[in-house]
């Protein structure tokens, strides 16, 4: 278990329809990352929240937005979800810098099947 | 902007055959991370190693081995006498390494997939 939870594991919707992943970071950390891997993309940086506000946006389509709350777990929220938003998505928290370094673990990840 | 490239987007190899996987990586930045994650047929991503820009040491652990080289920006990766458990895909990453409390993304490559065969 790397400390970071993913809910659900598996998820198969249709087009059209809006999902909600989560994430619950490693206790301590602050910052949240989600990434996106799909075949023909491969491991993308969507977006990153570091105590409950936006730090770095990446390749992230206006469908899909993020947030992190208090409690510092963080929800990706996918609407009007295409067949192409068929991928793998994960969740990743780091902490404070330690020896110059501020960690990095990925949870397991939400496969998302849109049918 | 950064970009990590893996040219080799398959090998198969035969049990006990060493393998190596490229990476190739451009950034801008004085000081970086390198990485090597593996992900199993089981889709999670397994932390394998993290290398700081200006620690150039090759690197073993086991069966496993790395090369940085700086001069040439690439950063391999190594399997010796390879088992069928090493099938999986390898990514190569890079992230600054500025330090900033709120950490830093992780720019992937595309990933290697590598089937030993027994």
């Known amino acids: 278990d790397s400390g970071v939870t993913q809910t659900p594991k598996h998820l198969i919707t249709a087009t059209g329809q809006r999902v909600t992943l989560r994430c619950s970071p490693r206790?301590?950390?602050?910052?949240v990352y989600w990434y996106q891997q799909s075949l023909d993309q491969g491991l993308q940086f969507l977006i990153q929240?570091?105590?409950?506000?936006?730090?770095a946006k990446g390749n992230i389509l206006e469908r899909f937005s993020a947030q992190q709350f208090p409690d510092l777990h963080s929800e990706l929220n996918l609407s009007s979800l295409e067949l192409g938003d068929s991928a793998l998505y994960f969740c990743a928290s780091s902490g404070r810098p330690k020896d110059g370094y501020y960690g990095y673990t990925f949870g397991s990840g939400t496969r998302l099947t849109v049918v | 902007a950064q970009k990590v490239t893996q040219a080799q987007t398959e090998i198969s190899v035969v049990e006990k055959e060493d393998v190596t996987l490229d990476c190739v990586y451009e950034t801008r930045d004085t000081t970086y991370y390198l990485f090597w994650y593996k992900q199993p047929p089981s889709g999670e991503l397994v932390f394998l190693i993290r290398r700081n820009s200006f620690d150039e040491q090759n690197e073993i652990s086991g069966r496993y081995s790395w090369n940085f080289q700086k001069s040439t920006s690439s950063f391999n990766f190594t399997i010796t006498a390879s088992q069928v458990v090493d099938s999986a895909v390898y990514f190569c990453a890079l992230s600054e390494a500025k330090v900033k409390a709120a950490g830093n993304k992780l720019t992937f490559g595309g990933g290697t997939r590598v089937l030993v065969k027994p």
């Open positions: 929240y570091y105590n409950g506000e936006e730090r």
């Open positions: 206790s301590g950390d602050l910052s």
